[in-house]
T-cell receptor
């Protein structure tokens, strides 16, 4: 089945530094990648959508200069949290869509727990 | 913006009991998906519903796409301890058709007592 590998699973960084999170589709081509953040005991909130080779589309209220998304290939998308602050601490999850697999093509990564100290 | 409300917010049940949870929206949706999320993991798709009135099963799970297109429910029969987790509904807003974006519900936390 479709697998999305996300890493790191956990990262602790100092305030003001940048952190890169990677998502790779291992056995399919991810034409679209979605990035979500999830606060404790809350739902998933969509941050941005990226299509391979195009600029990401950010949801309202999400700072594109702070959350840099790159989807340079059909198997890799990255989210970089720049100048991280404690309020950026959250659980970040990617989801990849394969054009060839219909609705069942939305596969989530295992998430990254970011803690900014 | 769009919001999907799930109820109950949380529930404790005894092993072997049936579980029912639902998801409601203030506007219509084209597609409903039900996911389960284990702690510290990404959600896993359980069932996808594509048209109003559709009833679909996946093992002990059954889900229905409400006839008004504004709600969906998920039933779990004969619950077992590994059913514990957070269940999310997700819907596709027809006004965003073509973007493949889904809105997630508020979640139902299920705990099963052995």
């Amino acid at each position: 089945g479709a697998v999305v590998s996300q890493h790191p699973s956990r990262v602790i960084c100092k305030s003001g530094t940048s952190v890169k999170i990677e998502c790779r589709s291992l056995d399919f081509q991810a034409t679209t990648m979605f990035w979500y953040r999830q606060f404790p005991k809350q739902s998933l909130m969509l941050m941005a959508t990226s299509n391979e080779g195009s600029k990401a589309t950010y949801e309202q209220g999400v700072e594109k200069d702070k959350f840099l998304i790159n989807h340079a290939s059909l198997t890799l998308s990255t989210l970089t949290v720049t100048s991280a602050h404690p309020e950026d601490s959250s659980f970040y999850i990617c989801s990849a869509r394969s054009r060839d697999r219909g609705f069942y093509g939305y596969t989530f990564g295992s998430g990254t727990r970011l803690t900014v100290v | 913006g769009q919001q999907l409300n799930q109820s109950p917010q949380s529930m404790f049940i005894q092993e072997g009991e049936d579980v029912s949870m639902n998801c409601t929206s203030s506007s219509i949706f084209n597609t409903w998906l039900w996911y389960k999320q284990d702690p510290g993991e990404g959600p896993v798709l359980l069932i996808a519903l594509y048209k109003a009135g559709e009833l679909t099963s996946n093992g002990r799970l059954t889900a229905q796409f409400g006839i008004t297109r504004k709600d969906s429910f998920l039933n779990i029969s004969a619950s077992i301890p590994s059913d514990v987790g957070i269940y999310f509904c997700a819907g596709q807003d027809p006004t965003t058709s073509g973007t493949y974006k889904y809105i997630f519900g508020t979640g139902t936390r299920l705990k099963v007592l052995a």
